[in-house]
């Protein structure tokens, strides 16, 4: 990596991988920098491999660099995409399925291609603003090694380039458990032919009295193993009581992760019926839900978000369900959106209190309450951040004026050039009565 950069992406996820191809594109000497030794973060590491969602009511909300991943990561897989114009399914049923392994490889073309200096297996050390640049010791197999960079993208996550900066984050009192992603085989999930349920439920209760089985392992406490292998275990442990914004507190994640995995394969296998069980995959990393938000110049909260709010300054739409994992493991708070209502992520929310104009943070640390927080947080809404963070970065280099002072109009010419949507680009058409009475209520 050169020593001497416009923009310097901090992060390798969903949000730092279109934010580091934006910038490139636009002609700035851009470094990316990611702890892993993958790019994806969510998608990849942590096995979440549901990028969305990229779709409102039939419409497409979300394109541009994230978009174009994912949809060559389908073809190359040679999967199908969901059919967007029924928007009347569940979310999860308009997820876009992705090829972890392939979409990893990708992610590394397109920001090679980008013209980006990629630097993996690397951590911050420290971050200090000196009047005109930000000097950055990266963290390397071979020790410290200085950077330099005009601007900062802060896509980590958890907002830890904003913290080695000395500027504030904020953190929910009950956080939202995890999720140690596995994929399980052996039996039939369709049908669960020849396992006793009832038997099974029985041993469940009784697992959960001895203390074998924790209840809080799972996303209900009601007859959870129906689902549990209905699903294939998929996206269905819950890990609770973590936090995850420091080394230890990643540690600890990852041990109760696997721990709790480990427990429950432990229990399933002597079951009668399930005595062929294994596991078919599993992700390397405890995906973990929230951990900081900035203090932003604004913060996002949930009547924003569920009201559509026209932000004055708003660089990308966002669309999911409010999301929130109960912290008790006990299942999730999930509200639809009204019909017609598309939330967006204003700059201002980006922006951490206190910061120079050189550093903007993108991903799900962005200023938000928990509720929020729950919806935007996922994949495609960071894609969506991420370049429009890459965006503002190196425009602010190219206009020689704080990130919070380019135009939002110069933003919005730019990102429209390299294919992505903004807020205000999309008009959903009204209901006709017969339509609005078969519309699922939000809840």
């Not at 598309?342 to 200023?367: E, K, T, Y």
Request: charge should be negative; aromatic fraction near 6%; include cysteine.
């Amino acid at each position: 990596m050169r020593d001497t950069l416009d923009v310097l992406v901090v992060g390798g996820g969903p949000a730092g991988i279109s934010a580091s191809i934006q910038a490139a594109r636009l002609g700035l000497r851009t470094g990316l920098v990611e702890k892993n030794g993958a790019l994806g973060g969510t998608t990849t590491v942590a096995g979440v491999s549901l990028p969305g969602l990229f779709h409102a009511w039939g419409h497409q909300i979300i394109s541009g660099f994230g978009w174009e991943l994912v949809r060559q990561a389908v073809e190359v897989g040679g999967g199908d995409l969901p059919d967007f114009t029924r928007w009347d399914l569940p979310h999860y049923r308009l997820q876009v399925r992705v090829n972890a392994a392939i979409y990893a490889a990708l992610a590394d073309q397109a920001v090679i291609d980008a013209g980006v200096d990629l630097l993996l297996h690397t951590m911050i050390a420290a971050v200090e603003w000196t009047g005109s640049d930000w000097r950055v010791v990266l963290c390397s197999k071979e020790g410290l090694h200085e950077v330099r960079a005009l601007r900062l993208v802060d896509s980590t996550g958890d907002a830890d380039v904003v913290a080695h900066a000395g500027l504030k984050r904020l953190s929910t009192a009950e956080k939202q458990p995890g999720t140690i992603m596995v994929r399980l085989g052996g039996y039939d999930p369709s049908t669960l032919h020849g396992i006793d349920l009832d038997a099974l439920d029985g041993a469940y209760q009784r697992a959960i009295e001895t203390g074998e089985l924790h209840a809080a392992d799972f996303q209900s406490a009601e007859r959870p193993l129906r689902k549990f292998l209905g699903h294939r275990g998929e996206n269905a442990i819950h890990v609770t009581g973590i936090h995850g914004g420091t080394s230890v507190d990643r540690t600890e994640a990852e041990l109760a992760g696997r721990k709790a995995l480990l427990r429950i394969y432990r229990f399933l296998k002597r079951q009668p019926g399930l005595e062929d069980l294994f596991v078919e995959s599993w992700a390397t990393e405890t995906g973990v839900r929230e951990t900081f938000t900035i203090e932003g110049v604004r913060t996002i909260t949930v009547d924003d978000y569920r009201s559509g709010r026209e932000w004055s300054d708003a660089v990308s739409y966002s669309f999911y369900p409010i999301d929130v994992h109960r912290s008790d493991g006990d299942g999730i708070d999930i509200r639809r959106l009204d019909y017609g209502v598309i939330p967006s992520i204003p700059r201002s929310a980006m922006l951490p209190q206190g910061a120079p104009g050189s550093l903007i943070v993108a991903g799900r640390s962005v200023a938000g309450d928990q509720e929020a927080n729950s919806a935007y947080r996922v994949q495609a809404s960071c894609m969506a951040m991420g370049q429009a963070a890459g965006a503002l970065a190196a425009l602010s280099v190219q206009q020689d004026t704080p990130i919070e002072d380019v135009p939002i109009t110069s933003l919005h010419t730019q990102l429209r050039r390299f294919g992505a949507i903004i807020p205000g680009d999309v008009d959903v058409e009204p209901l006709s009565a017969a339509q609005a009475n078969a519309v699922p209520l939000p809840r």
